[in-house]
């Protein structure tokens, strides 16, 4: 009984994911996720989507509330005992592949616990559907505790985004993470891309 009404409800956030816009997929992992534990991950979280919001746009991130689009899901992997979120998320800048390489590399270098870049997997969306049930496949066994609604943001206003893509905003992106770390979160990037073609458009980076 639990597990049908279970199914229905993720089916519903489904219907509910797939009726917005976002176009990139993402895995953020700890170096321990087994120890790292759920407060202190959502704390880690909540401080690194901050950052990131300022990143793209200033002090407008809180003056003005104009923050990266998102959608976050907590996952404890096969076993119950491995924390680590996926998200669903708008670019909040025309080249979205820039998008990925940059919020790799401010989570690689935001804190001792988060993972390094090769670990973590985002990338440009190909299949809206497969991306949407990756992020909800733990519901039938988390319920509702998998959605992370305290560090998503719902609101998506193109053209409010859109007038912080200027100077000010690739200075601040600049100075959130060196060449060096922007450039191999670049290759990280490529690399994830040829393995999801490799293995035929599935989502590969979560296996067991």
Known sequence: MVLAERKRERRALMDNLLAHDWDVFGTLKFVNGRRIGRTSATKLLRSYWNRADRVFFG????????RVPRWCFAHEGSDSDNFHIHFLLKSPIRDTERTCTVLNAIWAQHHAQTA????????PVINRWKAAEYCTREYWRMGSATWLDGISWHSIDLA????????????????????IWLRQAHEALQAQQAAYAADDGDLVEQRG
Do not use: C, F
């Open 59 to 66: 002090h407008a991130a809180e003056r003005q509330g104009v």
């Open 116 to 123: 390094p870049l090769a670990k973590n997997w985002i990338t």
């Open 160 to 179: 409010e985004m859109a007038k912080y893509e200027h100077d000010a905003q690739r200075q601040r992106i600049e100075r959130a993470a060196s060449p």
